[in-house]
């Protein structure tokens, strides 16, 4: 009979989880929400203003890795360590289509999109994004502004437009205006919120 060394292997279970919870919280996505582990249960619940008490399942993300039995006995655990970093990936993406998904289902829901039906992303249509949301600021009256996730093309053609659109006097008096209002909104919240004792 081979020895068994369960310490060891559980030490190097917690090693190779938390490495892979390291990588997929680098996703630029998923590191913009808070994580909680939940040890227990299939369901959780949150609550909302316009719906109440919603209740959903977890999803379950499941990644195939499998090792050659050659593999371990020439390389040890480094047979375990070469791939994961293919099994992170693979979990970045299933985490990261889930919650784009749920992010969809959400903004549809509330209303909270805006369809450019095709046309080239304007000035005006960016300001009508800012529109729907709600801004929220810091002690000081900076606003935290959102983070924006759009596909790689977008993004090149954001990174040519924002600079022009920061240049120009008209587009910064009315993003000006748009901030001062939403700053005004998110002071009539606080100034309203209610304490709890």
């Known amino acids: 009979m081979l020895p068994d ?46 719906r109440g008490l919603e209740e959903s399942s977890y999803k379950e ?3 195939e890795y499998s090792i050659n039995r050659e593999d371990v006995i020439m390389k040890g655990p480094m047979a375990f360590i070469e791939n994961i970093q293919n099994v992170a990936e693979d979990i970045k993406k299933q985490q990261a289509n889930f919650m784009l998904d749920k992010l969809k289902e959400v903004t549809d829901r509330t209303g909270q999109v805006v369809d450019g039906k095709g046309q080239p992303f304007t000035h ?12 929220d600021f810091d002690e000081q009256g900076n606003p ?36 001062e209002r939403k700053r005004k909104e998110w002071n009539d919240r606080e100034s309203h919120r209610k304490l709890v004792d």
């Not at 005006?124 to 801004?135: D, G, H, P, T, Y």
């Open 61 to 63: 993300m499941s990644v």
């Open 124 to 135: 005006e249509l960016f300001m009508e994004v800012l529109e729907r949301i709600q801004i």
């Open 5 to 50: 060394f369960p310490k060891i292997k559980e030490k190097f279970r917690e090693a190779i989880n938390r490495y892979l919870q390291d990588v997929v919280r680098q996703e630029s996505l998923l590191s913009q929400f808070r994580q909680e582990r939940h040890f227990e249960g299939n369901k959780m619940s949150s609550k909302t203003e316009e």
């Open 144 to 179: 935290y502004l959102p983070t924006v996730f759009v596909p790689p093309e977008m993004a090149a053609i954001l990174k040519e437009k924002i600079p022009e659109w920061e240049a120009n006097p008209e587009y910064e008096k009315r993003f000006e205006e748009l901030i």
